[in-house]
């Protein structure tokens, strides 16, 4: 198999924390016969969106795994890629001071809205079609209150750049958020039920941008294989787990802090990249080096195809959290502000943003993985052949893992495995 990295990959990223799974992802399509990756070509723009889309998803994950840790330090997964066209979508309305703290929090400083807006409809035009065996959907919706005009510009730019389906709807009825449950539990294959309790009569709006990801392993685990083991976590709990295992070719590398072996799904348009901590290091070493400039880029480089005796869990995790204070911390405090928030490209009627929350899903056994996450904003009125060397990679402890689609490099999902 050969998993040979491109000059710049396109990092879907599923860094996540589990509990163990009984779910079985069920698959159908086989990964034998199917077409080349589609290789999505970037231009300058988009190359430079592309790391600054890596560098706001790796200061996310840690700003979330840093909160998870002093809190109830539990199992936990984010998208980075689905927040990122959520806040995208958002930026569109805003202006002035609020405008460019949503652009350095995203990290796309001197871009313009025309290469921002190019870049989202690109990728996610490619990202639904490139492997035939995987199912990957965005989805993007803004529901308005129908007693306020909202600026058509706003609305011409989401639904021509990110296909946003947009409804103006009455906020004081309790059945429209029942409509948003409903359109989130639809594009997510029924993995997110419930994104909001209920919709306020001051929101000027709620965006919503929905992820799902269904991928079968090229190399599938035979689930022959799969027996209980043990897991230890940073405390040295112990805990017997279902982990799955086989002898295969994998992409590896290693460096003093962590090994690294890529998984991929279908024509490898896809994978996940599970990180694991090297004896005497922990997963807030990795996640501390992923923030260090070129760290990411110069392990992908170190890649190579080797024998690999790999041991890696089922899992399974439903992970929700509301994003303001991570948000505020990466610099858009103004956003949130009654005061001082500018969302003027949004409507004329003054406006902030109340809330940024996520929700995700992700459940991977020996067939594949499935996953999903719906990102809402809610906005309140103020008023990569030699003989391989063979290794064992043993995550029979606290991992990081990661799943990309492997012609660009941006960021879908992150997270930690810490306990089950």
């Not at 109830?72 to 984010?78: E, G, H, I, R, S």
């Not at 460019?100 to 190019?118: C, H, P, R």
């Amino acid at each position: 198999m050969n998993l040979k990295m491109n000059s710049f990959l396109l990092s879907l990223f599923m860094l996540l924390t589990a509990s163990s799974c009984e779910k079985d992802v069920k698959i159908e399509n086989p990964t034998s016969d199917l077409p080349a990756p589609i290789k999505i070509e970037l231009n300058a723009a988009d190359n430079a969106m592309l790391q600054s889309d890596q560098a706001f998803a790796f200061e996310f994950f840690s700003k979330v795994f840093d909160e998870e840790k002093k809190e109830n330090d539990l199992n936990f997964m984010v998208s980075p890629f689905s927040l990122s066209m959520a806040l995208a979508m958002t930026w569109n309305g805003s202006d002035n001071e609020t405008k460019l703290a949503i652009q350095n929090t995203l990290k796309l400083d001197g871009m313009t809205d025309e290469e921002v807006n190019s870049y989202f409809k690109k990728l996610k035009e490619a990202f639904e079609k490139t492997d035939p065996s995987t199912k990957l959907a965005i989805a993007n919706s803004i529901w308005t209150n129908k007693e306020i005009q909202i600026l058509p510009e706003f609305i011409s730019l989401n639904k021509n750049y990110f296909n946003a389906t947009v409804d103006a709807v009455d906020f004081s009825d309790p059945t429209t958020a029942q409509r948003i449950n409903k359109w989130a539990d639809d594009n997510t294959n029924g993995l997110i039920k419930e994104v909001i309790e209920e919709t306020s009569p001051m929101a000027l709006m709620y965006l919503l941008n929905a992820l799902y990801f269904q991928g079968i392993w090229t190399s599938e685990f035979d689930a022959k294989n799969t027996s209980k083991m043990p897991f230890t976590t940073e405390l040295g709990k112990s805990k017997n787990v279902d982990m799955m295992q086989q002898n295969a070719h994998f992409n590896y590398a290693s460096d003093e802090t962590m090994q690294m072996v890529e998984l991929p799904y279908g024509n490898e348009a896809f994978s996940m990249m599970v990180l694991l901590p090297q004896h005497g290091k922990t997963i807030a070493n990795i996640a501390s080096n992923l923030k260090g400039k070129n760290y990411w880029t110069g392990m992908k480089n170190k890649l190579r195809n080797m024998d690999v005796d790999l041991f890696i869990p089922k899992f399974k995790t439903e992970y929700s959290k509301q994003l303001n204070s991570v948000l505020k911390d990466m610099g858009m405090d103004i956003a949130f502000s009654p005061d001082d928030a500018d969302f003027s490209r949004m409507s004329n009627t003054s406006s902030f943003i109340s809330f940024v929350k996520q929700f995700t899903y992700i459940a991977t056994d020996e067939v594949g993985t499935e996953a999903a996450a719906v990102t809402v904003v809610g906005m309140e009125t103020t008023s990569f052949p030699s003989q391989p060397e063979k290794v064992t990679f043993k995550a029979n402890k606290p991992f990081i893992y990661v799943i990309q689609e492997k012609s660009t490099g941006s960021i879908l999902f992150m997270g930690a495995v810490r306990d089950f």
